[in-house]
């Protein structure tokens, strides 16, 4: 029996993947646990291992994107069932049912094109009867979600809990079933629409207004995003490079978080005597004792979640319509570039853990980061970013806010500097860090004293850390 390859689930907020690189050739062997492809998503490049040994056969080529689930590949047990495979002759194993939709990054093969995609519902006659088990009823009930909507992977087609949890991870739209098939009837977009129901739910007035309010837009208000997909013209020696999926979605979320964040700036100067000293005095014995480098930027993440722990409304989220969203872990994600582009892999209860501690998960992050190795664990669920760029000379910056999250700290060099202490003028070695904050949900006076409390622990960590 063949065995289903689908787009991997890298993180909660993951709708699609693209193909970078098959490792194997079409109706190449594969050893399980070897690395089958390379996927590329919007925060990171991920390895593939296979899940099981057999004669590959390729649904969806590289450079395709494609949903979040949907069939990618099938490991045939032999020759045979391979060659059935290819020719569109085998139904895949665990396979959604046959009245699923087809995957779209396959439909250009015609022999493939009937392979279902898992991430698609399956289509139901009315008052057909939903198989599920009871606790993926009661979830179901419990999360207002309509059942139906979902695939089933258990036996015939049965839904069964884990299911249910996929397609909460995977869909925050709560919407009715008839407010569904309206909106996919007029091909609206269900994120663009606002519910009014109970938990946001989107319900049939809202789709309506949405269609009406689609209307009643004028079409000349597609022309100018027409016209800015032409292309430039090009000058001899200029090239146009293609734009990768994580650029994409760097533009976008960069774009979405300025145009949605009510941002506000602030700035403070810091002398870094203390923390340079403090890091002279434990560099020998850290390397020695535990085989790890610790750097300013090792103190600076222990800092700043100690002071988030002093000021809990620096660590929030803004929800639209419910409230400010207080975090109580303080998870600090380091902004950290990489060839293909940006990613801020987090360090888990920054708070809680000690400067060798962070400095040890600092590295293994780096180490990952630039082999691309980055895991969905390692890049989800930061509440506080710090963004150091002190390594380029860079003296100020002020960083765009990593949405979801309210706020972000942007870091610059050290750099020695005249100064006046006690009335007299002193070479001391200075730095400027520069908090982003969203307006909306951090006053002012807020950001003000979560500086002055970063400040106070940056020019005393003896102290702070003892």
Known sequence: MATNVTMPKLGLTMETGKIVEWKVAQGGEVQQGAILLVVETE???????APASGLLNIIVKAEEEVPVAALIAQ?????AELDSLAAGGGAPAAAAPASAAPAPAAAAAPAQAAAP????????????????????????????IDISLIVGTGPDGRIVKEDVENYLASNKVRISPVAKK???AAGLDLAAIKGSGVNGKIMKEDVEKAIAAAKQ??????APEKKAAEAPAMASGDRMEKLTSMRKVIARKMLQSCNEAAMAYMTYEIDATAIQDFREKILKSAEKKHGVRVTITDFMLKLTAMAL????????????????????????GMAMAI???LVVPVIKATDKKTIIEIAKDRTALIDKGRGGKLGPNEMTGGTFTVSAMGMFGTDVFTAIINQPENAILGVGTIKDKPVVVKGQIVIRPMMNLSLTYDHRTIDGADAGRFMQTLKEYMEDPMMTLA
């Open 182 to 184: 309206m909106a996919d």
């Open 43 to 49: 925060k990171i490049t991920y390895e593939v291992e």
């Open 117 to 144: 995609a898992a991430a698609q519902a399956p289509a139901r006659a009315p008052g057909e009867r939903v198989k599920a088990s009871p606790l993926a009823k009661k979830l179901a009930e419990e999360a207002d």
């Open 339 to 341: 060839k293909t582009g």
């Open 309 to 332: 722990r002093q000021h809990p409304v620096i660590n929030t989220r803004w929800v639209e319509g419910q409230g400010i969203l207080f975090l109580d872990e303080i998870n600090v």
């Open 75 to 79: 490991i045939a047990a032999d020759k």
């Open 217 to 222: 837009a004028p079409a000349a208000a597609a």
